[in-house]
């Protein structure tokens, strides 16, 4: 019985980061069978990926700090090997595939870690082919990764680990910048490298795709394992408890839509008019695209990575000039390099947006002319948990409290028109509560919200109307009445539009 | 800051140098905009020595190994493609490796020091050298081709005393961009618990 | 992904011919030494099949060289003086950039003997300059949205705070970067100590060296021809 040998084990381990005040990991103890799925949950903070650093030997050499208890991984102790040293049996995918590649090709790419560990070059071509061809991607070899899409890279991440056919693969929040269609596809890969036999760890919030997958999740809370639960007793919990868990939902059909309704402004706000872009020198992104917006509406933009919702974003904010489209704000015609006097963008990247030395500051930035603005700031600050910080230098604050803070910049701005694009990526329950708080707080107070968005329970508590874009156009545009729209909306980011 | 000189070569370390100068070519690059004449080429080496201070300054904060700033320097040099510059950024590198190595990577005053000994090396062979030493053949078939006149002009450009007052202008700059590089250092970098 | 149909040749020959194009380009005389230099570099660039790229900048080339013509001293001083030297480095670094994979300039630098410590820098910027660029770009967007946009207005006369606002989140972001990066390269053992194979092979062959003893030979009578009295303008 092979399933039964234990190849990662945790004795009490704790671990405390350096420059760090409290422990990351307090007292862990756990066992983990050869051929298991296991899923590491729980709030951001709560030491899961720190749990994922110890089993990939990233701790404690490269993330140092001090170490208590013992980890043993294949049988050897953490603290007598290094990540190099464990990369030959524990193959690493990380959250961010952009910054995770060391060339700039797929094929390079998939052979990087062959090539450190010197295998023969013949053995490096046959195993690079092979990679391709068992996980049918053959369509991505030898491309360009700048110009792949995110979902396309993480598949390049996946075939990269299975070259040195390693026992065991950890992977810290995989799903964070997929979309649904993506990470399905995702999906199909994990199952494969199960039915082969290999362990797999995945730290991670989002759940819905490890559904029927995992034989174990762990959740975690400051630092320590609070609950275990099987894949099965995960499954039966309800709706409310996850919630009371603070977790996302396991299972995307539990997802119920709140009632959200746009607040009684009959008149047209925005309006925009045939709108067509396309990068130089390729395809036409966006066809002629018109739609009408009202005050006090959010209007969620779904659709595959890719597809030209963010370009839609940023054309609408006058980040972009795009070759014909007409914009009409309260009736009148608006010239694209106006647009900017009237549209506000919210990036997906937080750390794009963040330009000062203190919390305060970053939202009085731009805002200085607002009367009664120190007044705004701290009722602002206060309604997203941040009064706190607010004296914090913005890169010390948590990727969550980041977000939060650039959508407090935008509640600031008297910008009738806010676009946020994907508030949500890699935020955890609460954060992402939060932020549908923040957006929901902005509707109601009579602005027209756009928010670009791969994520159905964001949509289900913040979305009075969605747009589906696939191929350049408004596929459908849908009211969110009830479950049947709902229902529209679920079926077409898991198909990819199709 | 502290934990000076812990370890020897780690890859991170590398890697964030690495990353750090590519940081520094892409100002540079900026800067380069302003060489479509003659005359605002001359700002330049000096501009770059004010605006790149915060590259150079992080790499001693956040790797705190006096080989990461040979690395630095000698890689800036290389991205240059330009033989004599490559030669004077590795002894620039050199001189400031062994500064760092003596007194700490710590150490501001003489950070300030060795910046500025790399940035004048580097203008020296990177803008200098070509439009100075080699210029003299230039120069004479443009006096055959636009006369006297215009001769005058360009040889006040290239002169030696031109280019001694503009390395002294580039050490100026650095020295100012070194104190700017220290404020952000302290306004940013150590509040924000990233070095 | 390798949409050009050129010669293929070893790597290192590209870079020896940015080193020569470069100090030979400010070292010698313009004139006819300049245009003869512009020459090899153009012939090595159709050599690697960048039709396209060579023909811009052979049009280019001879554009300003006939707008130099027509101008009146100042202007045409600053073509034959920059912008025909610049010309001739930008299109050898075309060469390199647009027709050699990063791991096979690894894979040649590394089997030259090279130190990691070298190597892998030179890796990083070939990797990193394209990504540099698109967050520059957000920033700006960003900056724009929030009302700080890059105004040339607003360059004048906030200099100080433009260079801040700009490069404080590009720092910020290369230093979480580089933390990432050298994390996943550290567990694809990048440092682990072994001899490094290729998956690109690079050899020196027979035809690398011949090609290599013609570009030195034109490179020689480049220098030759500067000695010579002859001038073509």
């Known amino acids: 019985m092979k399933k039964q040998i234990p190849i990662i084990s945790f004795e009490h381990t704790s671990f405390q980061y350096e420059g760090q005040i409290q422990e990351n990991l307090r007292d862990v103890n756990l066992t983990i069978k050869s051929g298991e ?32 208890g013992e980890v043993i991984v294949s049988g050897r102790s953490i603290k007598e090997s290094d990540a190099g040293e464990a990369g030959k049996e524990i193959a690493s995918i990380f959250q961010d595939p952009r910054s995770q590649f060391f060339t700039t090709n797929s094929s390079s790419e998939v052979a990087f870690a062959c090539e450190n560990y010197g295998i023969p070059h013949e053995e490096i071509v046959k195993r690079v082919d092979r990679a391709f061809q068992s996980l049918d991607m053959e369509n991505l070899k030898d491309r360009d990764i ?70 174990r999740f762990l959740i975690m809370k400051e630092g320590r394992i609070c609950e275990e639960l099987t894949g099965e007793e995960m499954a039966k919990l309800s709706a409310s408890q996850m919630r009371s868990r603070r977790l996302r939902p396991l299972n995307l059909n539990t997802i119920q839509i709140e009632k959200i309704e746009p607040i009684g402004h009959s008149e047209v706000f925005l309006q925009i008019k045939n709108m067509s872009f396309s990068h130089k020198a390729m395809p036409e992104l966006l066809h002629s695209i018109s739609i009408e917006a009202h005050k006090g509406e959010t209007i969620a933009l779904v659709g595959e990575n890719g597809c030209g919702k963010t370009t839609f974003g940023k054309i609408l904010s006058g980040l972009i000039r795009c070759r014909q489209g007409g914009f009409f704000i309260d009736g009148k015609n608006v010239k694209q390099r106006k647009l900017s006097d009237y549209v506000y963008f919210v990036m997906q990247e937080a750390d794009h947006q963040l330009y000062t030395d203190s919390v305060t500051e970053e939202l009085r930035l731009g805002n200085k002319k607002i009367p009664g603005i120190d007044e705004k700031v701290s009722r602002i600050l206060k309604m997203l948990h941040l009064e706190n910080f607010k004296d914090c230098h913005p890169y010390a604050l948590s990727g969550g409290q980041k977000q939060r803070l650039t959508i407090g910049a935008a509640m600031l701005s008297e910008k009738p028109i806010i676009v946020l694009d994907e508030p949500t990526s890699g935020l955890d329950w609460n954060n992402m509560y939060a932020v549908a ?49 709902f229902k529209i909306v679920k079926d077409f980011m898991m198909k990819g539009g199709e | 800051m502290q934990n000076e000189n812990k370890k020897g070569f780690q890859v991170r370390d590398l890697i964030v140098t690495a990353l750090l100068s590519v940081c520094a070519l892409v100002i540079y690059i900026l800067c380069a905009f302003l060489s479509f004449s003659p005359y605002t080429m001359l700002v330049v080496s000096p501009l770059w020595a004010l605006l790149a201070a915060i590259t150079y300054f992080l790499v001693a904060a956040k790797t705190k190994k006096p080989w990461a700033l040979f690395i630095f320097c000698a890689v800036t040099g290389i991205y240059g493609f330009y033989p004599p510059m490559i030669i004077c950024c590795i002894i620039a ?53 636009f006369g006297e006149s215009y001769l005058g002009i360009l040889q006040t450009l290239v002169s030696p005393i031109t280019a001694i007052i503009m390395l002294i202008v580039v050490g100026l700059c650095a020295f100012i961009g070194a104190i700017i590089a220290k404020k952000l250092l302290k306004k940013h970098f150590q509040k924000a618990g990233m070095v | 992904m390798r949409t050009h149909h050129g010669l293929y040749y070893d790597s290192r020959i590209k870079l020896l011919l940015i080193l020569l194009t470069s100090a030979l380009a400010f070292a010698l005389g313009g004139g006819l030494t300049g245009l003869l230099l512009f020459g090899v570099v153009c012939l090595f660039s159709f050599l690697s099949g960048l039709w396209k790229t060579s023909i811009k900048f052979l049009t280019a080339y001879i554009a300003l060289l006939m707008l130099a013509q027509i101008l009146p001293i100042h202007l045409s001083s600053v073509i034959t003086f920059f912008l025909l030297r610049i010309l001739t480095i930008a299109l050898a670094l075309n060469i390199l950039f647009q027709t050699t994979e990063i791991a096979e300039l690894i894979a040649s630098l590394q089997v030259s003997h090279i130190p990691q410590a070298i190597v892998i820098p030179i890796a990083i910027i070939l990797r990193f300059l394209p990504s540099l660029k698109q967050d520059a770009i957000y920033i700006k ?89 002859i001038s073509l303008f």
Not at chain 2, 114 to 139: E, H, N, R, W
Request: hydrophobic residues 45%; charged residues 15%; positive net charge.
């Open chain 2, 93 to 145: 590198g050199i001189i400031s490796a062994l500064i760092a190595w003596k007194t700490g990577c710590t150490n501001g005053k003489t950070l300030t020091i060795s910046y500025i000994i790399y940035m004048v090396l580097a203008a020296f062979s990177g803008t200098y050298i070509p439009f100075l030493f080699f210029s003299k053949q230039t120069l004479e078939q443009y006096a055959g081709m």
């Open chain 1, 437 to 485: 708080n923040a957006v929901n707080f902005l509707r109601k107070s009579g602005k027209v919200v756009f928010i670009i968005t791969h994520d159905l329970e964001f949509i289900s508590l913040t979305a009075s109307r969605t747009l589906l874009l696939k191929e350049g156009i408004i596929k459908d545009d849908l009211q969110m009445t009830g479950k049947s729209t």
């Open chain 1, 37 to 68: 799925f296991l899923v590491i949950t729980g709030q951001s903070g709560c030491g899961k990926t720190t749990l994922t650093r110890c089993i990939n030997n990233l701790i404690p050499r490269f993330f140092e700090g001090v170490l208590s």
């Open chain 3, 141 to 229: 967007q960003g900056m724009k949205t929030r009302g700080v946009g890059l105004s040339f207005w607003r360059v004048l006369s906030h200099p100080a705070q433009t260079y801040e606002g700009f490069l404080i989140p590009i720092l910020m972001r290369l230093l979480m970067t580089a933390t990432e990066l050298s994390a996943s390269a550290e567990t694809r053992g990048i440092s682990y100590p072994c001899k490094k194979t290729h998956y690109i092979l690079v050899d020196f062959r027979l035809r690398d060296g011949l090609l290599l003893i013609g570009m030195l030979a034109l490179f020689a009578v480049v220098i030759w021809t500067s000695f010579q009295p």
């Open chain 1, 146 to 215: 700048f110009t792949l899409s995110s979902g396309e890279r993480q598949k390049i991440a996946f075939l990269a680990a299975t070259t040195l056919n390693p026992q065991i693969y950890v992977l810290d929040e995989p799903s964070a910048n997929l979309d649904i269609h993506a990470i399905l596809q995702m999906r199909k890969i994990l199952s494969a490298l199960k039915a082969a036999g290999h362990t797999i760890i995945v730290s991670e919030h989002r759940l819905f795709y490890l559904y029927g997958l995992a034989d």
